[in-house]
């Protein structure tokens, strides 16, 4: 694990991840609006879609920082080998299935159309879980290469 004085330099990290995953998650939330019942217009749904993406930033922090105790290193995820992604994708997919769980039958704050496909015997949405494992490793590899970047500069 890294050295305490360490912390102090995730802060352009995190603070990185947190902007990348929100903006990819952003559009994803607006695609995926079809398959939920939403009362109101499509702009004021699409507002609506900015806190679930703050959300998701917050999501993908955790994953990050699950990845960041299991592999005792800050940068696991920019250019992770198979266990990493392991790590991504099962820390993901659980995450995701718990904040989709929770959210429709526990806290009943959303619904689904017709349209939304269900994970066969939960009966919680594929898509909003799919989003769990397909955009972190984007976002991931994305701050990555931002915070190279930045150093070269």
């Not at 992604?85 to 995701?96: E, H, K, V, W």
Request: proline share 7%; hydrophobic share 55%.
């Amino acid at each position: 694990m890294e050295k305490p004085d360490h912390v102090g330099k995730m802060l352009p990290r995190l603070a990185a991840l947190f902007v990348i995953s929100v903006l990819l998650n952003f559009p994803w939330e607006v695609a995926q609006m079809p398959l939920y019942v939403e009362d109101g217009s499509w702009f004021e749904f699409a507002l609506h879609c900015v806190i679930p993406s703050l959300g998701d930033g917050l999501i993908v922090m955790l994953i990050f920082c699950v990845g960041w105790v299991a592999r005792g290193r800050s940068d696991w995820a920019d250019l992770p080998d198979w266990a990493g992604y392991a790590l991504m994708l099962i820390t993901g997919f659980s995450i995701g299935m718990i904040v989709e769980w929770v959210g429709f039958y526990g806290l009943k704050r959303w619904s689904y159309t017709a349209s939304m496909p269900l994970l066969p015997g939960l009966g919680i949405g594929v898509v909003p879980v799919l989003q769990m494992l397909i955009l972190p490793p984007v976002i991931f590899r994305m701050t990555g290469w931002w915070l190279a970047r930045r150093q070269v500069d």
